[in-house]
């Protein structure tokens, strides 16, 4: 009894008050740029930013461990 109780509850928690729109098929968002060689630099430029934050991210825990354990 309680647990129906619990799941009536809970379901009532997850009922959506918005209305869904409906999807646009027309509608794609904005076009890729183009693959110049000005773009191509920055998209380079971009992931060595993203993998350096991304090893400092990694080393940077495991370095503070070793060197500040006890």
Request: glycine share 6%; proline share 9%; no cysteine.
């Amino acid at each position: 009894m309680i647990l129906e109780i619990a799941w009536f509850r809970t379901q009532s928690l997850m009922e959506k008050d918005f209305k869904e729109q409906d999807p646009n098929d027309d509608d794609w968002g904005n076009p890729p740029s183009p693959w110049t060689p000005e773009n191509r630099k920055k998209a380079f430029r971009a992931q060595l930013v993203i993998g350096a934050v991304a090893s400092l991210g990694i080393l940077l825990p495991g370095l503070l461990f070793w060197l500040l354990r006890t």
